[in-house]
């Protein structure tokens, strides 16, 4: 698969108020994830690395113990095993994240 039709493409939800939309290789996946106002993703942890950009809104983003407001344009990294969590605050935020390895967990 060389294209990928977003549009078209189903979701899967991650938590209340949060889904994502997923495309993968043979070695990371991407996942276009948007989160209702207010919605939250859980504290948790994996062995993946994740490297995200937000596109729109804002996310108050905790990685490890260090807590930030994200914006569009603003990026993030986290190594695997670190414990992160997000929450959108009043407004829709749309968020692009990559992971490597693939995370099977999100292939469906």
């Not at 993946?48 to 407001?69: A, C, D, F, P, R």
Request: hydrophobic share 35%.
């Amino acid at each position: 698969m060389y294209y990928c039709d977003v549009q078209s493409r189903a979701s899967m939800e991650l938590h209340k108020g949060v889904s994502s939309k997923t495309f993968w290789g043979d070695n990371m996946l991407l996942s276009l994830v948007e989160f209702e106002p207010g919605s939250r993703g859980a504290p948790h942890n994996h062995p993946h690395e994740q490297v995200g950009v937000i596109l729109e809104g804002e996310i108050e983003l905790t990685i490890g113990e260090e807590n930030k407001l994200l914006q569009p344009g603003d990026c993030y990294m986290i190594p695997g095993g670190v414990e992160h969590s997000a929450a959108a605050s009043g407004i829709f935020c749309k968020m692009m994240i990559v992971f490597n390895p693939v995370r099977e967990d999100y292939k469906y």
